[in-house]
């Protein structure tokens, strides 16, 4: 009797210690490096030893296919989940990356708005799901890191992940652009907290795609920071064709060329992040 409660306690002191910090990675615009940095931040994460998922709540499944993971009509995937026909757990794949899993997206995902509008909790099936896994008590899913891909869009599946999470992590495009659309996520953000999930904090804003030889980078990336002051990190994710590359070849840029100018950036990113859930977990 001793030794079982013994051990019941233990689990649950390790399960709190080992409570994962999760981020969305979400901007309703598409294009923007949302699945980029979430693929190669993930790993750059890995590689310094934290564990990671990756979910895929995004139908176009860019994360799971620039993971090298193939994607079968056949597949459980982050709809199943969803929707209740699988738990989270029976859907991780190992990546093949040493502490990197991922829960992959099928296309199903197009018509999971639809469907979770009939269920109970329909804006905490992702949170739930996460829950579950936590209490499972299976160690291989004690991650340190969740990271969520998001659709481009604001609709149910964004919910689902900033319900989910602690913190919400945007890529910003150094474009003309950037800013436009970026106070109609940050209200979303706030309907989110003051309804749904009050611990949701917003990690970060991330400048992608900074061209050097293009002075209009430089003056979005001004502008984006005497509007956003220091929650836009300092490291900017440079425009760099091996980033691009990499997806085609299913691998994190860090592995297909891990001195280039881009893995070197998401290894910085990595390591402000880490930097700042410290801050965030001690407020
Ligand atoms: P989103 O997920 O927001 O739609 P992606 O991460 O898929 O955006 O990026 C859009 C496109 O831009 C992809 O083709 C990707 O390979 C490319 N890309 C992203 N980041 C970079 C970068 N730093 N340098 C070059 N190309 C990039
Ligand atoms: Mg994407």
Do not use: W
Not at 98 to 126: I, N
Not at 170 to 199: D, I
Not at 263 to 283: C, G, N, T
């Amino acid at each position: 009797m001793r030794k079982a409660s013994y051990s019941k306690s233990r689990r649950r002191s390790v399960s709190i210690q080992n409570k994962p910090r999760i981020i969305a990675v979400a901007n309703q615009k598409g294009g923007v490096g949302k699945t980029t940095t979430a693929i190669n931040l993930g790993t750059a994460l890995a590689a310094v030893g934290e564990t990671v998922l990756i979910i895929d709540l995004d139908p176009q499944g860019n994360a799971s296919t620039g993971l090298g993971i193939a994607r079968k009509a056949s597949q459980k995937s982050s709809y199943h989940v969803l929707i209740g026909e699988a738990s989270l757990d029976q859907v991780i794949i190992e990546s093949g990356i040493p502490r990197l899993h991922c829960a992959p997206s099928t296309m199903d995902l197009l018509g999971a708005e639809l469907e979770l509008a009939e269920f109970d909790r329909k804006a905490y099936r992702l949170a739930d799901a996460i829950k579950t896994m936590q209490e499972s008590g299976n160690t291989a899913r004690n991650y340190s890191y969740i990271l969520v891909d998001c659709p481009p869009s604001l609709n149910l599946l964004t919910i689902n992940s900033l319900s989910a999470a602690d913190a919400i992590l945007v890529p910003l495009q150094c474009e003309f652009f950037a800013l436009e659309g970026l106070s109609q996520l940050l209200k979303t953000v706030e309907r989110v907290k003051s309804t749904l999930n009050p611990r949701l904090a917003i990690q970060g804003v991330v400048l992608t795609m900074f061209d050097r030889r293009n002075s209009l980078s430089e003056q979005v990336a001004e502008d984006v920071r005497s509007v956003l002051g220091d929650k836009v990190y300092q490291t900017v994710i440079p425009r760099n064709v091996r980033v691009s590359e990499a997806p085609s070849y299913g691998k994190p840029v860090l592995l297909y060329d891990n001195g280039c100018l881009g893995s070197q950036a998401y290894i910085r990113l990595a390591s402000e992040v880490i930097r700042r859930e410290r801050d965030l977990r001690a407020a």
